[in-house]
């Protein structure tokens, strides 16, 4: 594969736990890597057991992994350019051949695109 840039969609609600959020990445409370280390060998209860403490004054696991996720793309993408898409609130409208093609605040997100033989990119990112 090919990859020349990733558009990671997030969430603006990934820090959530902060009375301000500007256009940067946050460090995350915990290593996401140790994060995933504990996973592979906690048990369903154990986990359930210590996510309240994980997840701090976020509401749920779902902005916390986003946060995690964020980091992760930081620290990992090298010189692959890589921005990140926070919207506020959006649903999934079609899903065709594996590509989520999301719908936010009354347009069209639509995140793909594959690298052509001839080195075009093909796709759509329509707002």
């Not at 997030?10 to 996401?32: F, G, H, M, Q």
């Not at 906690?42 to 986990?47: C, K, N, S």
């Not at 995690?68 to 990992?76: P, V």
């Not at 692959?80 to 594996?98: D, F, H, N, T, Y």
């Amino acid at each position: 594969m090919n990859l020349e840039a990733l558009i990671h969609v997030s969430t603006a609600y990934c820090n959530c736990d902060r009375l301000e959020v500007k256009e940067e990445i946050y460090p995350p409370p915990y290593d996401p890597e140790h994060i995933i280390q504990a996973m592979e060998w906690m048990d369903d209860e154990l986990i359930q057991t210590l996510t309240p403490k994980l997840i701090g004054d976020r509401p749920n696991t779902y902005t916390f992994t986003k946060a995690l996720t964020e980091h992760m793309l930081l620290k990992e993408s090298g010189n692959l350019p890589v921005a990140i898409v926070r919207p506020s609130i959006g649903e999934l409208i079609k899903q065709e051949k594996g590509v989520a093609f999301p719908r936010i605040a009354g347009y069209f997100l639509v995140l793909y695109w594959e690298k052509r033989a001839d080195g075009a990119l093909e796709g759509l990112l329509q707002l």
